[in-house]
């Protein structure tokens, strides 16, 4: 409930489409079989696409603006554990991406000076916070904030650009480290394992943790760790 109208604040000084919100009619039954088609593209090749997808670390909630909600000192810390731990993983990473939110980017700074091959730094407005459809079990809000603050457009562009099979030219597995937000890592959590999209706010996330998603060159998906954060001290956790 508090992640929610944190969200709503941050966006009160932006100007946001319209979006109707409607209830959504899910085509995915729990009886159902795995879609293999989700990505609307066909095997090309025998190499994964591995997606590290992490929560910003702590932040200011109650800053006046958008740009003063910065990184906590416990928030750095928090990122700076991520940070290390991606690198003790002996991989090279091939991109670093963030949100737009200075609380993404300087999360994203601070991973990436724990890593021995540091990485350019590559920013998606897409990857905003905000929420994607009205969550279930329902949660007290109106249907003018739902309608206001929705941004599954926007999400499901973003979700487009990273969640996909190895398209026919990659010629190895790669490893995109991801910094962004609970609400919208939630939504893609639900939407690459074919979840209801309706359950995100359903699963919780510690500040700095990572959910490592695989995906196949067949369509498959692997949900390696979700929320991982047991690199973190247990004194200096946070959601």
């Known amino acids: 409930m508090g992640i929610i109208l944190t969200v709503i604040t941050y966006h009160q000084n932006i100007i946001l489409e319209d979006i109707h919100l409607n209830r959504t009619v899910n085509q995915i039954l729990f009886s159902s079989l795995w879609n293999n088609s989700w990505d609307s593209l066909k095997q090309g090749n025998n190499w994964s696409r591995h997606l590290y997808l992490i929560r910003h ?6 800053a006046k603006n958008i740009k003063k909600m910065k990184l906590t000192s416990l ?4 990122v700076g554990y991520t940070g290390k731990y991606l690198n003790e993983m002996n991989i090279k ?10 609380r993404a980017l300087q999360s994203a700074i601070i991973i990436n000076q724990q890593l021995n091959y540091p990485l350019k730094l590559i920013e998606d407005q897409n990857l905003t916070e905000g929420l994607p459809v009205l969550p279930s079990p329902y949660i007290n809000l109106t249907q003018r904030q739902i309608n ?20 026919y030219k990659q010629y190895k597995d790669t490893h995109d480290i991801i910094v962004f937000h609970a609400n919208v890592l939630r939504y893609f959590i639900c939407k690459v394992m074919q979840f209801p ?5 359903n699963i919780e996330l510690n500040h700095g943790s990572i959910t490592h998603i695989t995906i196949l060159s067949n369509g498959n998906v692997i949900l390696q760790k979700v929320g991982d ?3 973190i001290p247990s004194n200096k956790l946070t959601v």
């Open 148 to 167: 206001s603050y929705s941004h599954k457009q926007r999400m499901d562009e973003a979700f487009r650009t990273y969640f996909h099979r190895a398209y």
């Open 93 to 102: 990473f091939d991109r670093l991406i963030h949100s737009g939110m200075i």
């Open 75 to 78: 928030g750095k810390e928090q």
């Open 197 to 201: 999209i309706e359950f995100w706010l």
């Open 229 to 231: 954060s047991g690199f």
């Open 57 to 62: 670390g702590k932040y200011f909630q109650n």
